[in-house]
């Protein structure tokens, strides 16, 4: 008979394996048909690959990065939603004010419950103290999954242009993930920014 704590990793495990089939619903509320969407899990992947390569051209900078941490961060950044769902933005405007703060307390809940089920007390603090600080994003590493979390949704946009879908309706979007990589501290995200509109620009 299996350990209670390793009964409770399995449930972890196939929690988490639900977020291939989640759908990042917010592009939705911009227009993307369901079949278009990506899920939560495709997500994740592709701000983990952009994640290793801002990391790795900011070290070739020589500024100090704990890779392992950006990747840890960058797999575990929406965790949450394997139980949450994504949480569009556009929903939370009829919540008013309120709503941001509404989010962060449903996902932090949500870290808390599935970390409990990895068996391992350490373990959880340590998830847990990832999330904080990616919520915070106070430390390079938060900063550089931020940024590739933004860098990731620019791309997607391209994508979506590329396959017939009008500037108009993704508009609002693109240049409010543009003004949050251009607020953030790092360089080599800065630089993809630069790579990336020109290539917007090749779409028009």
Request: hydrophobic share 40%; aromatic share 6%.
């Amino acid at each position: 008979m299996l350990a209670e704590s390793t009964m409770s990793q399995i449930e972890f495990l196939g929690i988490i394996n639900g977020l291939k089939w989640i759908p990042r619903s917010g592009w939705i509320t911009h227009g993307v048909s369901l079949q278009d969407v990506e899920s939560v899990a495709d997500h994740t992947f592709s701000t983990c690959v952009i994640s290793l390569l801002i990391t790795d051209l900011e070290r070739k900078r020589g500024v100090r990065v704990n890779p392992e941490r950006v990747l840890r961060t960058a797999t575990l950044h929406d965790l949450a939603e394997a139980l949450t769902f994504d949480i569009s933005k556009s929903y939370l405007t009829y919540i008013g004010k309120r709503g941001a703060a509404i989010k962060k307390e449903i996902e932090a809940s949500a870290w808390k419950h599935l970390t409990r089920k990895i068996g391992s007390p350490k373990l959880s603090y340590e998830y847990l103290k990832l999330q904080e600080e990616y919520t915070r994003n106070l430390t390079i590493e938060a900063q550089i999954v931020h940024a590739a979390d933004s860098i990731d949704i620019l791309l997607q946009i391209l994508e979506l242009r590329r396959r017939g879908y009008p500037a108009d309706s993704l508009k609002e979007l693109w240049n409010e993930t543009i003004k949050q990589i251009r607020g953030t501290p790092i360089r080599s995200a800065q630089n993809l920014l630069k790579l990336i509109t020109v290539a917007e620009r090749h779409l028009s």
